[in-house]
């Protein structure tokens, strides 16, 4: 909705239509006296809190029972951590590959033993590759369960596998 341009608005009051318009005067009620504290005050003037008066309680000491949670929960974290890479072998070192000690035990046996029908190898898992380990294993000959027993003699890794019996 416009209005004509020198139209009083809406918000604004109209004065009497002729003559000198009355001056209104507009009176501030007198300022309070200000506290000494900064930021305001609640005080029981105002029925507040309390909470900026120079009354107040010292701080209370910070509790340390969030760094002493805080620290048991790392060492707890830590521990278990520690314990779940032991179990999964990280700090066992290096291991044989299974699959080339398997196929590395049959061409050993085809050709240094002279035994053609080598099937079956299995040897424990997480053999580490250190000189001197030794482990056995199994594997069918001709149809027959038979044993061997390896050992690791460096740590490139090379081996030595005994006659099966």
């Not at 790392?74 to 951590?81: E, I, Q, T, W, Y």
């Not at 997480?126 to 061997?148: E, L, N, S």
């Not at 740590?155 to 030595?160: G, I, L, S, T």
Request: neutral net charge; aromatic residues 8%; hydrophobic residues 35%.
């Amino acid at each position: 909705m416009t209005q004509p341009p020198g139209a009083p608005q809406w918000w604004q009051q109209q004065g009497p239509p002729t003559g000198a318009s009355p001056q209104r005067q507009y009176t501030h009620p007198a300022p309070q006296p200000h506290s000494t504290s900064f930021g305001g005050s609640f005080s029981s003037e105002y029925g507040g809190f309390g909470a900026f008066d120079s009354s107040s309680p010292a701080k209370r000491a910070k509790s340390r029972k969030p760094w002493i949670i805080g620290v048991a929960a790392a060492v707890v974290l830590l521990v278990c951590g520690g314990v779940a890479a032991w179990a999964s072998g990280v700090f066992a070192g290096a291991v044989l590959d299974q699959d080339s000690l398997h196929e590395g035990i049959a061409t050993v046996l085809r050709e240094s033993y002279g035994e053609h029908d080598v099937r079956n190898v299995s040897c424990p898992d997480g053999q580490q590759i250190r000189a001197g380990h030794t482990f056995d294993c199994t594997v069918d000959v001709a149809g027959k369960p038979k044993t061997i027993r390896v050992r690791v003699l460096n740590d490139k890794p090379q081996y030595e596998v005994g006659a099966p019996h």
